[in-house]
T-cell receptor, first 113, second 113 residues
Framework: GESVGLHLPTLSVQEGDNSIINCAYS??????FIWYKQESGKGPQFIID?????DKRQGQRVTVLLNKTVKHLSLQIAATQPGDSAVYFCAENMMGGAQKLVFGQGTRLTINP | DAGVTQSPTHLIKTRGQHVTLRCSPI?????VSWYQQVLGQGPQFIFQ???????GRGNFPDRFSARQFPNYSSELNVNALLLGDSALYLCASSLGVNTGELFFGEGSRLTVL
């Protein structure tokens, strides 16, 4: 069925280090994946997306990797900064259908000074 | 430019009451979606509207309804409130329907006593 899960609910990293947040999905029909960041008291904020015809996509300090074979998605954040502290959600959707994003539980990223 | 605005920001209701939540999308955005976010979980899709028509509905009971107005603003209505309806209700807008880049408001925090 439709579900998106995360391997770890919390992640602590040192400022300046790279962070990797993982996500597993179970719906083989999903062909579009998105990462969102949610800071305390705010709505989710779009970070980056990737379609199933790609394995990797890079943005500013972020990289998303997609492994369709094992249904795994990851978000890499380079040179983590204090402002990166937030809960990160992966979401999946099927292109061509309703804009119905299925969000995972989320991973809380904490940056240690 | 103003982002997605939602009202009210906080409200308290008692079981059995009705609530109406309002959302104004970003200027030029014609798609509006509603999500429910229970504390500690990812957002869950409720409805999507595009050009005033319902494009998608999540797994929510008929107590939940929504509509989109000619100016693309939207209302979410919930009847016969239950304790379990307590959550953050998020509205999101986007330019089109074939994108996962949603712009979320800060939400309406509903508490049902």
């Amino acid at each position: 069925g439709e579900s998106v899960g995360l391997h770890l609910p919390t992640l602590s990293v040192q400022e300046g280090d790279n962070s990797i947040i993982n996500c597993a999905y179970s719906n083989s029909a999903s062909d579009y994946f998105i990462w969102y960041k949610q800071e305390s008291g705010k709505g989710p904020q779009f970070i980056i997306d990737i379609r199933s015809n790609m394995d990797k996509r890079q943005g500013q300090r972020v990289t998303v990797l997609l492994n369709k074979t094992v249904k795994h998605l990851s978000l890499q954040i380079a040179a983590t900064q204090p402002g990166d502290s937030a809960v990160y959600f992966c979401a999946e959707n099927m292109m061509g259908g309703a804009q119905k994003l299925v969000f995972g539980q989320g991973t809380r990223l904490t940056i240690n000074p | 430019d103003a982002g997605v605005t939602q009202s009210p920001t906080h409200l308290i209701k008692t079981r059995g009451q009705h609530v109406t939540l309002r959302c104004s999308p970003i200027s030029g955005h014609k798609s509006v979606s509603w999500y429910q976010q229970v504390l500690g979980q990812g957002p869950q899709f409720i409805f999507q509207y595009y050009e005033k028509e319902e494009r998608g509905r999540g797994n929510f009971p008929d107590r939940f309804s929504a509509r989109q107005f000619p100016n693309y603003s939207s209302e979410l209505n919930v009847n016969a409130l239950l304790l379990g309806d307590s959550a953050l209700y998020l509205c999101a807008s986007s330019l089109g329907v074939n994108t996962g880049e949603l712009f979320f408001g800060e939400g309406s925090r509903l508490t049902v006593l």
